[in-house]
C-alpha cells in the first residue's frame, strides 16, 4: 500500500490544498488536512468545496485501492456542522464492490469526532491496472 500514498501524491489540488492521505488499505482510506484561513469562506467556516475536496480524496484511494482505476460516477454529500478551525479527517469503507461498480461512504469529522459532513460515492472499475510509480 506504500506504492498508494505515492500514487495520491500527484493528485495536484488535493495537494496544494493541504490535504494528505494517513491510511489506505483494500476499500479504506483516511484523508486529514488543517484547517487554515485559505480554506474558509466569508462567513468564517470551511467552504464545502473544501470538505467535498478532502471526502473526494479519501473516496478516489479507498475506490483505487483495489489496484484497478476507478472514477467517480456519483457523489453526493451532506454538510451537518460548520467548522472554521482545528482538523479534518475523511474515513471512506467500501460499502459494496462488484466488477464494474463499488460504492463508498465517507465521515468527515474534526478532531473532536464531531460530523461535520456525509459523503456517498459510486465509482465505476476500469478494466485498467493502476499506473502506480516503483
Known sequence: MDRLYKYFEQENFATISGMHL????????KA?????????NVLGSVHGGTIFT?????FAA???????AAVAINADISFVKAV???YLFAEAKETSINPKI????????NEN??????FTGM????????RIPE
Open 123 to 130: 465509482a465505476y472499475r476500469k478494466k485498467d491496472p493502476l
Open 62 to 68: 479507498a475506490s483505487n485501492s483495489h489496484g484497478t
Open 32 to 40: 486529514e488536512m488543517k484547517i487554515e484561513k485559505r480554506h474558509l
Open 102 to 109: 463499488a460504492t463508498y461512504n465517507v465521515d468527515v469529522t
Open 22 to 29: 494517513t491510511e489506505v488499505s483494500a476499500g479504506y482510506a
Open 113 to 118: 469526532g464531531d460530523t461535520i459532513a456525509i
Open 54 to 58: 478532502l471526502a473526494d480524496m479519501a
Open 84 to 86: 472554521g478551525e482545528g
